[in-house]
């Protein structure tokens, strides 16, 4: 009852403390207020999901529905055109509402002349229309000369003559300056008052408006004015000043309120003419005007006000609903963790709690912006790019979080396994140890087979499996030597040998002396320490225990910094990763150091030959069958680590193959009936989250360069609001790459050097892991290529060769994110962001080139003092000495030695 009750509490004080969070950044604003009366609105009856541009029009009873709302707040209404809609009229004089009717002028002369006869007709038959505006901002979009947009005006104004209706056009305020000729065709101006498009800041945006409502009554002294337009939008990109970038204008609620409001209150506002801009926002006109085009309404597209004319104002109205829909989504998860992770403690769950939140809350607000914004076809594209963005971050942090966790805070661990006292020699069970090699340096496997000559145990046989090998300079030395040893060394030269590694150890499995109960798997560069059999084999008293696995750890790594990268890059998965997993009986099992109970290996049909990952598909097979995996964490054995960038690469891609191929394979295993318990489960499924996230990273690297190019050809079209999703999304990458670090640093006392080191290494390698993980999902066969451990690629252009492709991926980010920067204005707050995550999609291809750089630093001498050895639990027997991996570069590059 106890665990309930404080489990119940921790999710309710995390839910809580997420709702706090969102009232303080919505905490609104207030400023000078009115008495909610407006002398006229701007109007377009549009709804959502409706465009002239696609011949969709409002009914007559929405639109009736509209002029209802607003004459509560005015008496006038400006219109745009006559025969789109020509109902409007007649429905607002109905309603007692005046109009300024306004016939739309395009390039199309036969519509002009339909849009004039008809505003004329209604203007003759309906008293409502007090004043009629022929052509909207026709000479700045440069649909007609002044001469023949005056012909269109000079008509109209004859034909209403008689009954004394005024004609105008509309156009802002330069406009008029500069063809002060358009006076003469009009009985008063129409003028558009909208300081945002300019990059005035809000601040002093009325005072502008009115001065430029001076200049224009001083340059026409006789002609009354008209403001058709005045307002600011609650959405759309940050507009920069012409004559200072500094400067800007930003849409926003908040803004667009403070305005609307200012410019009600000001004492000189009762005196003009005016209509704000807009009644309604109008989503079509994104196709036309661009982002900020559909977001000028007082009321949203849905016919609800965005702000009220007096009181507090909010950005988003809707922070509550979404506050407590994050909350109510979290709690039962957040309340199940907490019961469950009793082992934790409490500052633990409350972090794994409040990660939980901050996720859930981030998907809300990504699940919410399409109703927060409208959004055209294209949007929806981009924005499910970033929505799948985000929700792989969040997958893939969640599963680190949760490692992370149990790390930092997990009091107690029930699975810790470490080397048992030997058994006497009459009651060792009896090994086979298999060592498959293909094309490797005889100078390395020699040393392999000699440490395993020294070992400290009666009762084994090596079975040296030569696969495929042509040069028989490089196998013969190792039959020579086997010979040498005497007859529990037994050499096999394989020719024309089918199934890669997993083939030559079917073939070995096939060759075990019938006595063996255990057979151990090692690579051909490791050299293993005395005790490595006889320290592990006594787990295999217990006979559900099917696998034994001890870590692989490096030597000769320290005085390289290639090296030193590639050490303590594979490290951290051995110290951290592999504890994590163990605790569960989820173990990824490793093709060396590696022991299997032969009878379950024979039982699930020996190595897969069909997956170029076989260890760890075999590790897979065997949990499926109930089998115990233990992994004891104590180096019995090192090898090399990979000779250079090009090497590792060549691994990961293998791996991310494999991974693959496993997924493929092992799914229904997974998801459907089988003896994998639930946290299996888990584990088997999310441990290919950080692989699969970064084979999405280069589909969203690539759509985001296609849709750098859209905004960059076609700004109007491709003017995506990412501020919403985008500062999430920066959050969490930053967060995540943070985890690894103060992991390395508890877990293995890493210097700081070298915890960078790994780092960059690890980012830099998701290139290659994305074209495996690519590969392995839509190709049925890979083929296994060995990692070279001790040569490095030679010539001119040796050193671009492995970097080309994330050499151009990056080349290609930064040329998109500058010309955004040059093109958009630097003080562009959604190109800003944009450009953020532009950059942060260039890490790992920046890594990627740092890392074949540090592959071709020269070796530096050794140190008197050698650093500390990334193993929590030192080797308890020295290991033989081995040929140094210096001496292998030199003998097959030629180089010389350092």
Known sequence: MFRLLVALVLALLVAAGQYAIWKQINHGSDFAGSDGSIHGYAYSAYQRDQSPLKGTFPSEEQIASDLDLLSISSERIRTYGITDNPSIVGLASARNLDVTAGAWISTDQEANQREVNSVIEAARKLKSIERVIVGNEVLLRGDLKLEELAVHLDTARKALRRQNTPVSTAEPWHVWLKNPELAKHVDFITVHLLPYHEGVPVESAVTYALMRYDELAKTF?????????????????????????????????????????????????????????????????????????????????????????????????????????????????????????????????????????????????????????????????????????????????????????????????????????????????????????????????????????????ANFEVLVLDNNTKDEALWKPLEAR?????????????????????????????????????????????????????????????????????????????????????????????????????????????????????????????????????????????????????????????????????????????????????????????????????????????????????????????????????MLLAPKSFGLPVAALALPVLGFMIFKAALGPILYRKTMDAPWVDILGASILSVGLAHAIARGVFAGLFKKKGEFVRTPKGWRARGALAFFGPIREEGLMLFALISGATALLVLRGATDLEAHLWVAILGLQCVPYIASILCQVAAYMPERAPQTVLPPQPATTPATTPVPTAVPTAALVAKLDGSPQA
């Open 221 to 457: 002294p006789n002609k009354k004015i008209v403001i058709g337009e005045i307002g600011w939008p609650s959405n759309g990109p940050t507009v920069p000043s012409l004559g200072d970038e500094q400067t800007v204008s930003v849409a926003s609620v908040e803004n667009s309120a403070r305005f609307i409001r200012e410019f009600l209150a000001h004492p000189r506002t009762p005196k003009l003419d005016y209509y704000i801009m807009e009644a309604i926002d109008q989503p079509w006109k994104i196709e036309v005007e661009g982002w900020a085009g559909a977001y000028w309404g007082i009321f949203n597209a849905e016919r609800v006000a965005k702000f009220p004319l007096d009181g507090v104002v909010y950005q988003d109205i809707h922070w509550h609903k979404k506050a407590l829909t994050a909350a109510a989504i979290a709690f039962i998860p957040m309340f199940l963790i907490a019961f469950f992770l009793r082992e934790w403690s409490i500052l633990g769950r409350l972090w794994l709690l409040a990660l939980v939140q901050a996720c859930t809350a981030t998907l809300v607000i990504g699940a919410s912006v399409p109703v927060d914004y409208y959004l055209s076809q294209r949007d929806l594209v981009g924005l499910a790019l970033l929505i799948t963005a985000t929700a792989l971050t969040i997958a893939v942090l969640l599963s680190h979080g949760f490692e992370f966790g149990e790390a930092m805070f997990k009091r107690t661990w029930q699975r810790r396994f470490t080397p048992l006292p030997p058994h006497a020699p009459e009651q060792q069970p009896f090994v086979s140890i298999h060592l498959a090699c293909y094309n490797e340096p005889p100078e390395m496997v020699i040393a392999t087979i000699d440490s395993l000559a020294a070992m400290d145990y």
């Open 482 to 710: 086997c010979a040498e040893l005497g007859e529990r060394f037994r050499f096999y030269h394989l020719d024309n040998w089918p199934g890669f590694k997993a083939g030559a150890l079917n073939f070995g499995l096939r060759q075990t002396d019938p006595r063996a109960e255990v057979v151990g798997v090692v690579d051909a560069d490791y050299v293993v320490s005395p005790d490595w059999l006889s320290s592990l084999i006594p787990h295999f008293d217990k006979p559900d225990v099917a696998v034994v696995q001890a870590p692989q750890a490096h030597r000769d790594w320290e005085t390289h910094p290639f090296r030193r990268m590639c050490n303590w890059e594979f490290d951290g998965f051995f110290r951290i990763g592999m504890h994590h997993r163990n605790e569960r009986n989820a173990l990824i099992q490793h093709g060396t150091m590696t022991l299997v109970r032969r009878r379950s290996l024979e039982e699930v049909g020996g190595w897969s030959e069909w997956c170029i990952c076989e260890d760890t598909e075999l590790g897979l097979r065997l949990i499926e069958k109930g089998y115990d995996t233990r992994y004891v964490d104590h180096v019995l054995g090192k090898g090399l680590t990979p000779s250079d960038f090009a090497a590792i690469k060549t691994q990961r891609f293998r791996w991310a193959f494999g991974a693959m191929q496993i997924l493929k394979a092992h799914l229904p295993a997974m998801l459907g009936r089988s003896k994998l318990n639930l946290a299996q489960r888990y584990h088997f499924l999310t441990g290919w989250f950080a692989w699969l996230g970064d084979a999405l990273q280069l589909v969203f690297a690539l759509g985001s360069l296609a849709w750098t190019i859209g």
